[in-house]
C-alpha cells in the first residue's frame, strides 16, 4: 500500500467538503484510525472536535480559577493552541466534563479563542467504565488533585455524597489519592455524623445526656494538635474558630439573602482599615484555625485568611466570597496585599518562612489548565 498516495487522497476528498462537512469526516477518520491503533485503550488516542453547546460542566467541580487566572488561560490559549482536551462523558447527546472545567470555559466565553476554534471544542471520552456518576466525581478529583489544587468546600461535598453511596473510606482514599487523615478532616467540615458511621471512634459524635437536662456533642476524634508530615497542624473543626464565626454556613446571617451578602462582603474587603482589624484579631487571638489552615502550603491561604476576616467581622460565610469579584482590580489587589501582609506576620511569628504572593495563593500555572 502506498501510504503517500492514501494521503493525497484523503486531502483531495476533504478539500471539496464544507466546514462543518470537513469537521465531521476528521471526526470520521480518527475514530476509524482509533479503533485499529495499538494505544486504542488510552482515551487521548481519539481527540476529537465538537461544537461547544453539546460540552457541559459538570455540577461538582471542586476547582476554581478567579478571572486573573482566566485570564492568563486565555491568553496561554491564544498563544499556544489548545495543548490539552476537554475530558468528558457521553451523556444523551452532551459531553459532560469531568476534566477541563476552565478550557471549557474559555473556549465559549472568550470570543477570540472563540473564533479561532470555530466555536468547537477539543474533546477525548473518558473510558465506559467510568460511566457511574461517583467514578466521574472521583475522576474529576484525580485530575485536579494532580494539578495540587481543589476547593475544600467542594471536596468536603463530595466526600459525604461518596460516603452516602457507601463508599468505605479506604476507597475514597484510594480512588481519590487522599490518607486516612484528610478523609476525615473533609469528613469533619461538614459536622454530619453520618459521615462517620464507619468509624471505630463513631461513638464520640453521639449526644451524651446522663443528667436528662441537656446534651452535649464530642467531636474530638482527632489529636488536640498534631504535626504530621510537612510541618501541617491539624485541629478538629469544632475547635476552629472560623466555624464559629460562621465561616460554613449555609446563608448569610439575620434574614439576608445571598446578593446582600456578597456586596456587605465585597464593602468589607474593600474597606481596608476595618479588614486589617479583622486579620489582626485572626493572626493575634486565633490559635487553632490559622494554625490549621495557614500550614497548608496547597490551599489559597490569601482567599482562606480575607474570607475568615469576613466571618469574623460580620459573621457572613465564605459562601459569599463571589463578592471578591465585585471588587475593582485595584481593590482585588490591595486586598490581596493585606491578607498577604498578615500571612507572613504569622509565618514569622509562627517560626516558618515567609511567602510571596503567588506562594501563599498555592496556585501553580498548570492547574489553571
Known sequence: MNLDQVKTDIAEALSVLSLEQRIEAVNALREVIHAHS???AEPVDFVRWVPN???EANDYNPNSV???EMELLRV???ADGYTQPIVAMPEAGRHV???GFHRNRVGKECDDVRARVLGYLPVVEIRASQSDRTDRMAATIRHNRARGKHKVEAMSDIVIELKRRNWSDDRIARDLGMDADEVLRLCQITGLAEAFADQSFSGAWEVVNDSGAGSEILSDVLDDY???AGNRILHTWDKWECYRHGFYAERPPGGMSQEDGERAYRDFLSDLGRFERALQVIVREWKFSPEHYLTNERMNRIAWLGQASVAQALGIPSGCRAGYQLLTDDEKYAADMMALKYLNQWLKAN????VMRADA???TEAELY
Open 351 to 354: 517560626g516558618r518562612n515567609q
Open 361 to 363: 495563593s498555592g496556585r
Open 66 to 68: 478567579a478571572p486573573p
Open 38 to 40: 495499538p494505544f486504542a
Open 53 to 55: 453547546s453539546v460540552v
Open 76 to 78: 496561554s490559549i491564544m
Open 97 to 99: 466534563v469531568i476534566d
Open 226 to 228: 498534631e504535626a504530621p
